[in-house]
């Protein structure tokens, strides 16, 4: 199983993550995560969520 995160970062506070769903497949989890337009999170095993052994998913852009 595949969990949808979000991570939320504050201005003077750090950032935290947000668990949104669970899926069945990645192929599910990424394309709801295509449809909710969320840039800043990712796919990944729930175990690894759980268990916080996980590294958010960054972009930038220039």
Same mark, same amino acid.
């Given at each position: 199983?595949?969990?949808?995160? +979000? ?6 506070? !750090? ?5 949104? %769903?669970? &899926? *069945? ?7 709801? +995560? ?6 800043? !999170? ?5 175990? %690894?969520? &759980? *268990? ?11």
């Amino acid at each position: 199983m595949y969990a949808l995160v +979000m991570v939320i970062c504050y201005l003077n506070n !750090g950032c935290e993550q947000l668990y949104l %769903d669970g &899926f *069945d497949t990645e192929d599910q989890c990424l394309y709801e +995560m295509r449809v909710q337009r969320i840039r800043d !999170g990712g796919c990944l095993p729930i175990d %690894d969520i &759980f *268990d916080d052994f996980w590294i958010p998913a960054r972009s930038y852009y220039e």
